[in-house]
């Protein structure tokens, strides 16, 4: 029987170190830990949330009531080339930085857009993630070419093609009800000589750029068509603006930082106060990037 534990804190399995603890948790190793998992969660009416490499979440200071289901043991891989294509399998828990080590051993390019991308392959999947440059492939919808799902209103193991999924810029929809357990990714065979080169230089990069000496989550919010969130907030003056130990980082002003004993809720009155006086000064609606988990009200 899956090994469920009550209580759990969760601040150190997100990027931000904040939040509360999960009423239950667990970390399933395959298939079986899943089914069985869901299953504790209906018999006792609870809700399941779902825990990537949570690098894209704020997990509440009130923790989060259902069943957390962590899948960083869900990671095994499998490569192999395949009618001029490398085909990668991966579960939900491999960490992106793994995949993009794939690709770069055969250097091609999808290494260059997940080199410094945090979290794993799950919630790559969930969030589109990708770079806004113009790099090519730049988000997850160009190498994905199918996802595995454990769906809850079919209670069974499903594949569907990432054709038959809905991509949109930091959003993949149609999957769902579900937990996203396995994907498969492609590539076209046929080396770029210059790849190591440009992972380094996209790497330099991000370290230019970004605080990564602090806890963040990235970007906190989506760029609107046709601009960047991260210039509008700085356009507000809003850089340095903090609540307790959060603060809208000086270097990059998408980023909200955790000084060192920030609350979920020091950030959650930060990504309040950005968006109300961006509005305010630009008359434009900052959507959050980051997803919300557990108890707000
Ligand atoms: C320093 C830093 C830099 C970043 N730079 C970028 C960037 O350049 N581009 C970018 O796109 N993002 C960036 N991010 C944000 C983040 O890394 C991505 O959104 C990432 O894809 C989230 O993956 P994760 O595994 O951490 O997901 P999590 O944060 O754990 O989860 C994100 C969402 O997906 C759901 N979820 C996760 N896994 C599954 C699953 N297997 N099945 C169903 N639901 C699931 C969660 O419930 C949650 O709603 C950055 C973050 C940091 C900290």
């Known amino acids: 029987m899956m090994n469920i534990v009550q209580n759990q804190i969760l601040a150190n399995l997100t990027s931000w170190k904040v939040g509360g603890p999960a009423r239950y948790f667990c970390q399933p190793e395959n298939y079986k830990d899943i089914s069985e998992a869901v299953e504790f969660a209906e018999k006792n009416n609870l809700k399941i949330v779902i825990l990537g490499g949570?690098?894209?979440?704020?997990?509440?200071?009130?923790?989060?009531?259902?069943?957390?289901?962590?899948?960083?043991?869900?990671?095994?891989?499998?490569?192999?080339?395949?009618?001029?294509?490398?085909?990668?399998?991966?579960?939900?828990?491999?960490?992106?930085?793994?995949?993009?080590?794939?690709?770069?051993?055969?250097?091609?390019?999808?290494?260059?857009?997940?080199?410094?991308?945090?979290g794993d392959i799950g919630g790559g999947i969930v969030m589109n993630a990708g770079v806004s440059d113009a790099t090519v492939p730049k988000e997850f919808v160009e190498i994905t070419e199918w996802v595995e799902i454990y769906r809850f209103d079919q209670k069974k193991f499903i594949t569907m093609s990432a054709d038959d999924l809905a991509w949109s810029y930091r959003k993949c929809s149609g999957w769902q009800p579900g937990i996203i357990v396995q994907a498969g990714f492609q590539w076209k065979l046929g080396e770029s000589p210059d790849i190591v080169e440009t992972v380094f230089a996209a790497n330099r990069l991000r370290v230019g750029?970004?605080?990564?000496?602090?806890?963040?989550?990235?970007?906190?919010?989506?760029?609107?068509?046709?601009?960047?969130?991260?210039?509008?907030?700085?356009?507000?003056?809003?850089?340095?603006?903090?609540?307790?130990?959060?603060?809208?980082?000086?270097?990059?002003?998408?980023?909200?930082?955790?000084?060192?004993?920030?609350?979920?809720?020091?950030?959650?009155?930060?990504?309040?106060?950005?968006?109300?006086?961006?509005?305010?000064?630009?008359?434009?609606e900052l959507e959050a990037e980051v997803v919300y988990l557990g108890n707000w009200d």
């Open 54 to 118: 949570g690098s894209n979440v704020l997990v509440s200071d009130k923790g989060i009531s259902g069943v957390v289901l962590h899948l960083g043991k869900l990671n095994q891989m499998t490569v192999k080339e395949e009618n001029g294509n490398l085909k990668i399998s991966a579960q939900a828990g491999v960490p992106k930085s793994e995949l993009g080590r794939a690709f770069l051993k055969k250097k091609l390019a999808p290494a260059v857009f997940l080199a410094g991308l945090p």
């Open 209 to 284: 750029k970004q605080p990564l000496n602090l806890p963040s989550c990235g970007s906190v919010f989506k760029n609107p068509t046709g601009d960047k969130a991260g210039r509008l907030i700085d356009s507000c003056g809003l850089k340095g603006f903090q609540v307790g130990k959060a603060q809208v980082s000086p270097k990059h002003a998408n980023f909200i930082v955790n000084l060192g004993g920030a609350t979920a809720s020091d950030i959650d009155q930060v990504i309040r106060y950005v968006k109300k006086t961006v509005m305010e000064k630009t008359k434009v």
